[in-house]
């Protein structure tokens, strides 16, 4: 395979302009291999960390928050969730996503490493879907590896490192390679929402008790501090927050099940 670009999600908030149909609701789904065809089985002590990619690395910056029912986002980001413990290659599909072509993100592996590789059809340079055949050099991608049970995207492997903000810093301590820095973000998330309460830290406070696997309190506190997220108007903040609680509201369910 020739070598494909992994391009970071905000590069490619470009192709918002490009998807048709905002005014009606896209139709996704996910195509299933028949078969086992992974090499590996991955134990996961936490599923925050796909669902999180799927949802803050695949749907937002393609815009599919906002042009498809999240009751069908929810659905399949479970059915991705569960081939991938089954050991089963899968497709993410959005139909019709513009031109009359399908978006399409196939999630593999590379070859015998506890990973999870994300190759899509969508040229970045050209900002277009790709026909079957065409070179994948320039297609968004994304990869991750299993570490200790969960799941890392591969330029985060690497220990965070404190660049003077708690906040980026407890951010990318619940994202990095080093499992062990997790204990240390509820501390500083703490610290920080008792001298200045900003939205973000209430946020990434839910995140961190998502990746705990202590949903219900994730989610309640979205839920207390809504108003306060809202009142920012901020954009990307409103994102944050939209994805956090449908990450929330998708752990309820696998862990209900």
């Not at 390679?177 to 610290?191: C, D, R, V």
């Not at 990434?204 to 306060?228: C, M, P, T």
Request: charged fraction near 25%; hydrophobic fraction near 35%.
């Amino acid at each position: 395979m020739k070598r494909i670009v992994f391009t970071l999600f905000f590069v490619i908030f470009s192709v918002l302009i490009f998807a048709e149909n905002l005014d009606n609701k896209l139709e996704v789904c996910i195509l299933q291999s028949s078969g086992k065809n992974l090499t590996y089985k991955p134990k996961i002590k936490s599923d925050f960390g796909f669902v999180s990619f799927f949802y803050e690395s695949i749907c937002l910056p393609f815009g599919l928050l906002d042009m498809t029912k999240q009751d069908d986002l929810r659905s399949c980001c479970l059915d991705m969730n569960k081939s991938l413990k089954e050991e089963k290659r899968a497709t993410f599909v959005v139909k019709n996503y513009k031109g009359g072509k399908d978006l399409k993100f196939t999630f593999g592996q590379w070859p015998n490493k506890p990973s999870i590789l994300i190759i899509s059809n969508y040229d970045v340079a050209e900002q277009r879907m790709l026909n079957d055949g065409e070179d994948l050099s320039n297609v968004f991608a994304l990869s991750y590896y299993f570490v200790d049970g969960y799941i890392i995207k591969d330029s985060n492997i690497d220990e965070a490192v404190f660049d003077n903000d708690n906040l980026d810093y407890a951010k990318n301590m619940l994202y990095d390679g080093n499992i062990k820095n997790n204990k240390k973000i509820k501390t500083i998330l703490e610290n920080e929402i008792n001298k200045n309460p900003t939205p973000v830290a209430y946020i990434y406070l839910a995140q961190y008790y998502f990746n705990e696997r202590q949903v219900k309190k994730g989610l309640d506190i979205l839920s207390e501090n809504k108003e306060l997220i809202e009142s920012t108007g901020e954009k990307h903040i409103l994102n944050l927050y939209k994805c956090a609680y449908e990450e929330g509201k998708v752990l309820e369910t696998i862990y209900k099940n």
